[in-house]
């Protein structure tokens, strides 16, 4: 299905929409989920924690959202997260430069750069402003995050524009209090924030935004000690090269041509991918796409991106990064801290392999991989145990006793299930709503209801129905809505 269909499905069913939508000076960029998208996200980020942290042995924090400069001064953040803009001379609007020539050359703009590197790139492509045709003024650098100021003081501070960085500053104390051995993965979920300059498609591009974050430490001279990769090593992966050619083999044959970094990154990189495939995105869609020099963050040497074909192209889901020793070294530099653990008799400060996960664009991807149009309806074919809604309730008909019959279920039904009891319009009508919210399953209580207490179960997919006693719905329902 088609962006465009699929977001006007997902503003009328109330998965996302603009935020402060009454006022007209609601910036761009920020999103409400509704409860639908709210659900989906919940159970998104419950097939993360069961499909990658539990099942690896990972460890989860939360840090704070708020973090002082010092922290950013460490990363690198201050100085380098910065994008390229220029302001219209005439219309005073202003442009992402870099954004701006990669349009015009058809090349990617290398990461970066001084502004008058990408002045003479103006110069050079005689480039305009994209609103007016007026002239650009000078370019500057424009830093992304969000200054605050903290208490009486105003002291600088920042939200922060990843979650990682309270992995990395709080390692030490995460490291001992688990007695944590290398490697060790650390996983944070939550709410990252960058004042992108001109956020667009919705939930694609974001100021305020959900990451999934998982930090990898290790010890690079145990790569082939790393147990775990036998696992993984025969895994089929699909890897665009940064030369563009893109390569279909086992796992163990891309980390021994070296276009992997190592073992580690590969497992990683399998177990990845495994988690998608759960969610229902097509797999046959997917895949990694290495990335040259250029486009690389500036701390990373190896990374790749897991990128997914929608209606609007390959979208990046996850960034996956080797960081080496960046982090840990920048911060115990800054913060004057000894920021190095034990491995065996080794004191080593650890490399970081990072997978850095974009929820709200997976999100949008799954649901996008999951719209089908069939004659009679649409269907969000979301996995039963992903749907916000798991099963609608409601009465065949609004008499003969039968809507206080079907709230009784929905009432029952509902503490232990999220349900949905609709009972205006034909059954007919309500079906199709439900599959077009993604309720896997629709219960409805019927004449026979009262009679033999039992009721029937609408299967979304087949449409199919079949009558099970009210006595064993729960634990019908509790089958239907496994993990598989
Ligand atoms: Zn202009």
């Not at 708020?66 to 609007?93: W, Y």
């Not at 279909?248 to 399998?270: E, M, S, T």
Request: glycine share 6%; net charge negative; hydrophobic share 40%.
């Amino acid at each position: 299905m088609e962006y465009e269909s699929v977001m006007k499905l997902l503003l009328e069913r109330g998965f996302f929409f603009p935020s402060s939508e009454i006022y007209s000076d609601a910036p761009a960029g920020f999103w409400e989920a509704g409860p639908l998208g709210l659900g989906l996200r919940n159970r998104f980020v419950d097939l993360w924690r069961r499909e990658l942290i539990r099942r690896d042995g990972m460890i989860e924090m939360e840090g704070s959202q708020i973090m002082p400069a010092s922290v950013f001064r460490a990363s690198g953040h201050l100085e380098s997260f910065a994008d390229p803009i220029a302001t219209c001379k005439q219309c005073k609007s202003a442009t992402r430069i870099d954004k701006l020539l990669e349009k015009h050359t058809r090349e990617i703009i290398p990461e970066g750069l001084r502004e008058s590197e990408y002045q003479d790139l103006i110069d050079r492509h005689n480039v305009k402003c994209p609103s007016c045709g007026g002239q650009l003024d000078t370019i500057r650098l424009f830093n992304m995050m969000f200054r605050l100021g903290i208490g009486a003081g105003n002291d600088d501070a920042y939200l922060r524009p990843e979650t990682c960085q309270s992995i990395f500053v709080d390692f030490l104390r995460l490291f001992k209090v688990m007695r944590c051995k290398l490697p060790i993965a650390i996983a944070q979920h939550g709410k990252s924030f960058r004042n992108e300059i001109s956020p667009r498609q919705s939930i694609i591009r974001l100021r305020e935004f959900y990451q999934a974050e998982i930090e990898i430490f290790f010890n690079p001279e145990n790569d082939t000690k790393f147990e775990k990769f036998d696992a993984e090593k025969d895994t089929v992966l699909r890897i665009k090269k940064a030369d563009g050619t893109e390569v279909v083999q086992r796992c163990a044959d891309f980390v021994d041509a070296n276009i992997l970094p190592n073992r580690l990154a590969g497992y990683y990189l399998a177990l990845l991918q495994k988690f998608y495939g759960t969610t229902g995105v097509d797999l046959n869609r997917a895949r990694f796409r290495e990335l040259g020099k250029m486009e690389r963050a500036f701390y990373s040497s190896s990374g790749f991106d897991f990128e997914v074909e929608t209606s609007i192209g390959w979208l990046e889901l996850v960034a996956c990064n080797y960081r080496g020793d960046y982090d840990l070294s920048r911060h115990s530099a800054v913060s004057k801290r000894d920021i190095s653990v034990m491995d065996g008799l080794d004191k080593v400060t650890p490399h970081v392999f990072e997978l850095s996960m974009g929820v709200d664009r997976s999100l949008y991807a799954i649901l996008e991989h999951n719209f089908r149009e069939e004659e009679q309806r649409v269907v969000l074919g979301l996995k039963p145990f992903l749907a916000p809604i798991q099963a609608g309730v409601f009465p065949l008909i609004t008499r003969d006793g039968l809507p206080e019959q079907a709230q009784s279920v929905y009432r029952q039904l509902c503490v232990d299930f999220s349900c949905f009891y609709d009972a205006s319009g034909s059954i007919g009508r309500r079906y199709r709503r439900g599959d077009e919210a993604g309720f896997p399953f629709a219960i409805t209580v019927d004449h026979q209801t009262l009679s033999d207490g039992t009721v029937t179960i609408r299967y979304r997919d087949s449409m199919e129905q079949s009558r099970v006693p009210l006595t064993e719905l729960s634990d019908k329902l509790r089958v239907l809505l496994a993990y598989s």
